[in-house]
């Protein structure tokens, strides 16, 4: 390598460290910038309230979803297959088991929560088996309880409120038993802002 490359490697090092400690002292003195604020929740929530789609096309409904058991679903839905693809839109909808009220025929045995993980943003999953019975983080061992979406376990669970429960969904039933979704208000007061947080209600 010539010296004059050398030089330029050095000084773009260089550049680069005294990058990282801007950034540093930046965030150090703006620790309360209401970051929830810039997440990237979708804005274009309907008001309307939205049918709970599952997987396989239909609607989710009281009477026939199985307790203890959980299903992607896109909220909002935008109709554009790929934009509908993005995990800032995906829940998990979990009837809870039996235990834990899953056995009542109305909306009080359903949950939905955010799919993206309070700690960095990987996706959870909820596990039904035997023992489990929870929200689980592949990345770094995150749990979250299905009754309320709180981090009970692994680092999410070390963060400050309102980053460590999940945002939410509300949901409601018609006559026949079929789910709608309320509309959602991306606050951490109401639904939650999607990977921020949510405070829970008392
Ligand atoms: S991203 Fe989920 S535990 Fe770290």
Redesign the pocket.
Request: hydrophobic letters at 30%.
């Given at each position: 390598m010539s010296e004059q490359n050398s030089a330029k490697d050095a000084l773009s090092r260089r550049d680069f460290l005294k990058l990282l400690g801007a950034a540093g002292v930046a965030l150090t003195f703006t620790p309360f910038v209401p970051w929830g604020k810039f997440m990237p929740n979708p804005s274009n929530a309907s008001l309307e309230r939205a049918q709970v789609i599952l997987p396989d096309g239909t609607q989710a409904n009281v009477k026939t979803f199985p307790k203890n058991h959980s299903e992607v679903i896109t909220y909002p839905k935008t109709g554009d297959s790929v934009l509908d693809q993005e995990a800032f839109k995906k829940w998990q909808f979990i009837r809870l088991p039996e235990e834990l009220g899953g056995d009542k025929d109305d909306v009080s045995a359903f949950r939905a929560y955010s799919m993206v993980?309070l700690?960095?943003?990987?996706l959870?999953k909820y596990w039904p088996q035997e023992g489990r019975k929870r929200g689980e983080?592949p990345?770094?061992?995150?749990m979250y309880n299905p009754l309320n979406g709180k981090a009970f376990a692994?680092?999410?669970s070390l963060q400050a409120s309102p980053s460590n429960v999940l945002a939410t969904l509300y949901f409601e039933a018609d006559n026949d038993g079929n789910l709608w979704i309320k509309p959602a208000v991306w606050s951490v007061n109401e639904n939650g802002v999607v990977g921020y947080g949510r405070f829970l209600k008392t």
């Open positions: 993980c700690h960095l943003w990987c959870w983080c990345c770094h061992g995150s692994g680092p999410a």
